[in-house]
Structure formats: C-alpha cells, structure tokens
C-alpha cells in the first residue's frame, strides 16, 4: 500500500471546520483512501474513503485533488468529542488487504 | 450487543504465562482482523481471517502467537510464554462488505500487561 504522510497534531476551535491534510503521492490508481479515527481509549472507528470524487457522509467530507496525490478530510463543525487521532490510510480494493495504520494526526478540538 | 465485543477488557499476567484473548465479531461479519497497538504507537496487523479461506497469519510476530476463529464467528488469540514486549492493547475488527466498500468496525480492545 502507498505510504501517506501527515501532521503529527492539529488544533481546531470547537464549531470551526477541521481541515486534515494527507499526501499519498505514490497512490496507484487501484487504491483507494479511507480515513478512520481514534478516540482515546477506544478502537478505531471509520469516517470515510472514496477513489477519486469527492466525498460526503454524516461525519466528514472528503477531498481528493484531481491527481490524487493528496486528499483533505473536513469536520465542518468541529466539537470536543471529535478530538481524536485521524489516520489516512491508502488501500488497494482488493478483498483482504489490510489496513496499514500509519502515525496520524491528533487533532485538538478546543472550547 | 450490536458492536465488536472483546474480553477481557484488561488482563494483567507474569512473565512466561499464556493468555487468551477472545474476541465476538458482529454478527454476519465474515471477515475478522487482529490488530495491537503499543503505548503512544500506531496500530500493527497481526492477523486476518475470511471465511473458509487460510487466514493471513503474515503480521505474527513470533511462534508464540496463534489465532483461531472457530464456526466462522469467535476469534481467540493465544501468546503462549508472554515477554514483557507483548505489552500492548490487542484489537479485533470485522467487516461484512469486501472489496472496496470494505469497512472494519473494531471493539474497544484487550489491554494486556505483562509483568
């Protein structure tokens, strides 16, 4: 799987939007980018993945530059419980690949 | 319960002595992982399992880690003669759909102190 790199940490003001960089600039065009998230203590938990397009769920927004190089994870309204470390991960969509956590980002939401 | 549900939550044991970790995937999962995570590390693979195919044992560390997943449901994890480095938070996940669209819903994990 492509390596991806990251911030280390991130701070956010709590109801501002929180933007998370991701560069996987040898992603193959099989691979795929999720992000998961993991909230001290407890197991992760998925967020999002797309190919190409742009992508929208209940908890986040995915953006993913037209060369697939690099991608951004978006909270549009950050709150406290989303403090937590973000890992973006890139993954062929094969069935049984697994996922390579890398070291994340500890993003920060703050009163 | 509807989650991953993993037990113990926390077991502590002495040098050399061996220990099970169990894991309960959701319901229907036919797919099953094992992974840990050392203090202030990233998560390390251990092991996958899919259906009746061969589990994926590539990420074991050493001989003295086996898994099994018996009826295609609950999964063990056994270290047998447990080092101090075996320290860590065991974690399960499963998933249900493949391929692309796969996404792992993990448990909250074992946290394994060796002393």
């Known amino acids: 799987d492509a390596k991806t790199t990251q911030p280390p940490s991130m701070d956010c003001a709590e109801g501002r939007a929180a933007n998370l960089p991701c560069n996987h600039s040898?992603?193959?065009?099989?691979?795929?980018v999720y992000w998961y998230r993991q909230i001290h203590s407890q197991g992760p938990q998925y967020i999002i993945h797309?190919?190409?397009n742009n992508e929208t769920n209940e908890m986040a927004s995915l953006i993913i530059t037209e060369d697939r190089k690099s991608s951004t994870l978006i909270l549009p309204h950050a709150t406290l419980r989303d403090t937590a470390v973000y890992y973006c991960?890139?993954?062929?969509?094969?069935?049984?690949?697994?996922?390579?956590f890398g070291e994340g980002t500890q993003l920060t939401v703050n009163p | 319960g509807a989650g991953v549900s993993q037990s113990p939550s926390n077991k502590v044991t002495e040098k050399g002595k061996d220990v099970e970790l169990r894991c309960d995937p959701i319901?229907?999962?036919?797919?099953l992982y094992w992974y840990r995570q050392s203090l202030g590390q990233g998560l390390e693979f251990l092991i996958y399992?899919?259906?009746?195919?061969?589990?994926?044992k590539s990420g074991l560390p050493s001989d003295r880690f086996s898994a099994e997943r018996t009826g295609g449901s609950v999964s063990t994890l056994t270290i047998q003669r447990t080092q101090q480095e075996d320290s860590a938070v065991y974690l399960c996940?499963?998933?249900?759909?493949?391929?692309?669209?796969?996404?792992?819903?993990f448990g909250s994990g074992t946290q394994l102190s060796v002393l």
């Open positions: 399992f899919q259906g009746n195919s061969a589990p994926d």
């Open positions: 319901s229907g999962h036919t797919a």
């Open positions: 996940a499963s998933s249900l759909e493949q391929g692309s669209n796969e996404k792992l819903f």
């Open positions: 991960i890139v993954r062929v969509m094969t069935s049984g690949s697994r996922l390579t």
């Open positions: 040898t992603i193959s065009g099989n691979e795929y």
């Open positions: 797309g190919l190409k």
